[in-house]
Structures are given as structure tokens and as C-alpha cells.
């Protein structure tokens, strides 16, 4: 089994970081196989393989992989005439979820979240300047992480910053940055001095972090602290959920589908949709807190 896995792989033309991801799944069959020959399985032993991988508690993205590497391995046997039929074929992954688990903050919490940060030292500054591309433009944190100061280019009249995000292996994407980011990151790399295009944009703080790379558990633990700080913590809270407010904040500013899409760097429509129907959700949320406020005030003024 491990040899066959191995094969699949080499005829992959993919990325090396594809072809990890495709080879960890594959292990994991394996595994559930008891290193013994998929040949000769059914529909209904791949359905079992789901079942089982479903009972880990895995995303539902995950059990999609998971199903994709197998339906691929026996795409290439069938290719190859060591099988009729793929068995996998009809088993499908799980459905996209409708809703994303992690959460946007609100308008007026970004508000408080910019208010909170001591822009007067280095590590404010260069905090400021990353929450801006999380919370203005849609970054990530390995988008952040890989940027180098000659990210950020002119097109035209516009200023943009090159991504390379998680299963990239280069920068072919950008994304358009607004006035504030463009100020942050400007105030930011003036206060750092002159730097050459191929440095790290963010680098790490600390004794032995100083010119290094910032990492992702850097910009975690930075964005966990402004949470704690302003008592953001609370269920479905995390930092990406900055990611999640950049869409949510475009959508409410009058982007439309395909500029949230070139910003988040998403590849389906479908996928879009969804930031706006949690767009409309929170507008409506918003709103029927706004009355019932008001209900209340009201009443209080009644009552004295």
C-alpha cells in the first residue's frame, strides 16, 4: 500500500505542499486499511471509510480532503487498468457549510481595538500596521507572515501588497490597500528605517526575535491580547475573525461580489455568498437590538 501511495504521488504534477497534503490522507486510509491493497473495494467499504473519518470529529473541509485523496488514488489505478470502476466516485464529501464557525467583530469593536494600541512605541506601530491588512484588506496570517517590504507595489494610482497564502508557492495575488492601511504601513516602515525589498515586512520583537520573520503564533498572541484586552473573548472569537470582519466591513461599506472575492481570494461565488447572507444576518441582529433599546429607554422614562 505504501509503495502504491508513493507512485500516485510521484505522477502528481503538484506542489510539493499538494502532494504532502494528498500523502497524510492517504496514510490515514492506510491505516484504516491495515496497510493492505485497495484494490478490490467497494462503495460501500469507501462509505464505511467515511463513516469512520466523519466519527473523528473532523471539519467537514477535512473529511472533503480526506475523500478527494482517496477518489484520486483510484482515479490513477483505474488510469493504470489495476481496477474497472472507481469505488470511491459516488461517495461524496461532506456539504460546505452554510455558516462559518468563527465570528466578525462589530464596527464599533474595531473601533476600540485601533483605540487600544499604543502606536507611540515599535511594537504598537507594527501591531497597527498588521491588524490594518487583517481587519482593512482580508490578510491572513501566513499571508502576513511571508510578506517582504517589496509586497507592497504601485498599479497604477493605486497601492497594492502581493500575497502568498497557505498552499502557495508564490505571490500571484494582491490586494488593493485602503488610505488607513496605507498609512499604518507607512508610519510603520518610516519609524523601522530604510529596508531592502527582500526583508521581512513584520519582524519579530524581542532579544531573539529582532529582524527576524514574525511567526504566526507571534501575530496570535499579539491579536489574543487586544481581545483579552477589550474583553473580546467569547465563543467563535479568534483571530481570524479579522479576516471575517475585512468582508463583513467591505460588504457593509458597498463591495460588491467580485471585489470581496479578489480581496479574500476566494474562487467560487458560492463562497462569497456566504459572507453576505452573515452581512444581512448582522444587519438585521443589529437592528432588532437597536429596538429593543429603545423599548427599554422608553419604558424607563415612563416609569420615573
Known sequence: MEEMIQDFINSLNRRPTTKETYRKALMEFSKWL???????????????????????DLSTSSVSAYLTAVRRLYNYLEDYGKIKENPAKKVK????????????????????????????????????????????????????????????????????????????????????????????????????????????????????????????????????????????????????????????LAIESGATVSEVMQMLRVKTVSTALVYFEEARELKVNEKTKAGKNQGTKTANIKNQ
Open 93 to 248: 464529501g461532506g456539504a460546505r457549510p452554510k455558516r462559518h464557525s468563527t465570528k466578525a467583530i462589530t464596527k464599533n469593536e474595531v473601533k476600540k481595538l485601533f483605540e487600544s494600541i499604543d502606536t507611540s512605541s515599535p511594537l504598537g506601530q507594527r501591531d497597527c500596521a498588521i491588524l490594518n491588512l487583517m481587519v482593512r484588506c482580508g490578510l491572513s496570517e501566513i499571508e502576513i507572515v511571508r510578506a517582504n517590504v517589496g509586497d507592497i507595489k504601485s498599479k497604477g494610482d493605486t497601492k497594492v501588497i502581493y500575497v502568498q497564502g497557505k498552499n502557495k508557492d508564490k505571490k500571484d495575488e494582491y490586494v488593493v490597500l485602503p488610505p488607513d492601511a496605507i498609512l499604518e504601513l507607512d508610519r510603520y516602515l518610516r519609524e523601522r528605517g530604510e529596508s531592502e525589498a527582500g526583508e521581512p515586512l513584520f519582524w519579530g520583537i524581542g532579544n531573539r526575535a529582532i529582524k527576524d520573520r514574525i511567526s504566526t503564533r507571534a501575530i496570535r498572541a499579539r491579536i489574543s491580547h487586544y481581545f483579552e484586552k477589550l474583553g473580546l473573548k467569547r465563543k467563535g472569537i479568534t483571530p481570524y475573525s479579522l479576516r471575517h470582519t475585512a468582508a463583513i
Open 34 to 56: 491495515g496497510n493492505s491493497s485497495p484494490i478490490g473495494l467497494t462503495s460501500n467499504d469507501i462509505q464505511r471509510y467515511k463513516d469512520y473519518i466523519t466519527s473523528k
